[in-house]
């Protein structure tokens, strides 16, 4: 089965595109939605970010407090890598072995920090959302209880847009509106079953 990545930076429109392919028939994993499940209470990734950041980062209910760990890990380089080594192997695991129990031409894996942490190897082809910084700050701050400062914060750690497109096989522009988005999936879903019966 044809593994597609599709990336991009905050607020790009990850979500919004992987729901037109998933309207499309096309089976979808997110990294993100992986990750809430592997830290809800009584999982073992969450009591191995207790272990690493003190049980401050819990709220009353012992769940995690995730505004608290995002403040953390997006002041602290050193923290952030830390809170990646807990989640990103197990994220990677559980996606293979949801891959396994699918039957389909391709698959949508939606991966945020696809080349931050170096997950390409993951997928056979990478697509990548993309707006203009602009844009992702005024999408992001109408959607989002985020500070500008927490807002830049992130930017600043993702990668930048030049590099993600010069590694993109496939480039959405979202700049647009949600009509111009549906066409340019229809145009790449069709180039993906090719690509997947080839
Ligand atoms: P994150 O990186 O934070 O998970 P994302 O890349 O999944 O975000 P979305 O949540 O899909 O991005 O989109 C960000 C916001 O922008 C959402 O509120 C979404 O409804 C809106 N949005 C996405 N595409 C468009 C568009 N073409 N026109 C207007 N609003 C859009």
């Known amino acids: 089965m044809l593994r597609i990545g599709l990336t991009g930076g905050i607020g790009s429109g990850k979500s ?3 729901e037109l392919f998933a309207a499309r028939g096309v089976p979808v994993i997110d990294a993100d939605v992986i990750a809430r499940e ?3 209470p009584g999982q073992p990734a969450l009591a191995a970010i207790v272990a690493a950041f003190g049980s401050e980062i819990l709220n009353a209910e012992g769940a995690l407090d995730r505004s608290r760990l995002r403040e953390r890990v997006f002041s602290d380089a050193k923290q952030r890598l830390q809170l990646e080594a807990i989640l990103h192997p197990r994220i990677r695991a559980e996606m293979t ?4 129990t699918l039957n ?3 698959v949508m ?3 945020p920090l696809l080349f931050e942490a170096a997950q390409t190897d993951m997928v056979d082809r990478v697509l990548v959302v ?3 910084p602009e844009v992702q700050r005024e999408r992001v701050a109408a ?3 985020l500070s500008q400062q927490q807002i830049e914060a992130i930017l600043t750690a993702q990668l930048d847009r030049e590099h993600r497109i010069e590694r993109a096989d496939d480039v959405i522009d979202n700049s647009g509106d949600l009509a111009a988005l549906e066409q340019q999936v229809d145009t790449l879903h069709r180039r993906y079953l ?3 019966k080839a």
């Open 16 to 18: 919004t595109v992987a």
């Open 38 to 40: 592997l830290v809800a």
């Open 97 to 100: 072995t949801r891959i396994t």
């Open 104 to 106: 389909a031409p391709y």
């Open 109 to 111: 894996l939606v991966i």
């Open 130 to 132: 993309d707006v203009s």
């Open 143 to 145: 959607r989002d209880a």
């Open 194 to 196: 090719a690509l997947a």
